[in-house]
C-alpha cells in the first residue's frame, strides 16, 4: 500500500520561505516521478513543481528535492506572496493515475 505524508505547512509572512517534506511508504521513489502540486481556495488543482527519476533537484523561487535514501522529496519555498496560499499535495507517479498524499496547508498573510 502506498502512502504519502506530507509535513512543514503553516502560517508564514510574505516574503518568508518555508520547507515542506513527504515521506513516502510502500514504493521506492527513486524510479518514480515526484511531484508537489497546490490546490489554491476555490481553485483547481495546479503544478507547483515536479522532478523525473535520476535528477537530485530542480531549481527556482521553490526548489524540488528528493532524497532516495530517505525516500523523501521536498519543496524549498521562498520569496513566498499571499497567492501562493494554498493546500499543497506530494504526488509519486504523476498526476494521471499516480498517489497522492493527504495535503498540507500553507498560508502566506501578515
Known amino acids: 500500500q502506498v502512502r504519502l505524508v506530507e509535513s512543514g505547512g503553516g502560517l508564514v509572512q510574505p516574503g518568508g520561505s518555508l520547507i515542506l517534506s513527504c515521506v513516502a511508504s510502500?514504493?521506492?521513489?527513486?524510479?518514480?516521478?515526484m511531484g508537489w502540486y497546490r490546490q489554491p481556495p476555490g481553485k483547481q488543482r495546479e503544478t507547483v513543481a515536479t522532478i523525473p527519476p535520476g535528477v537530485d533537484a530542480v531549481r527556482g523561487r521553490f526548489t524540488i528535492s528528493r532524497d532516495n535514501t530517505k525516500n523523501m522529496v521536498y519543496l524549498q519555498m521562498n520569496s513566498l506572496k499571499p497567492e501562493d496560499t494554498a493546500v499543497y499535495y506530494c504526488?509519486?507517479?504523476?498526476?494521471?493515475?499516480?498517489?497522492w498524499g493527504q495535503g498540507t496547508q500553507v498560508t502566506v498573510s501578515s
Open positions: 504526488n509519486l507517479g504523476g498526476e494521471r493515475g499516480g498517489y
Open positions: 510502500g514504493r521506492n521513489i527513486e524510479i518514480y516521478e
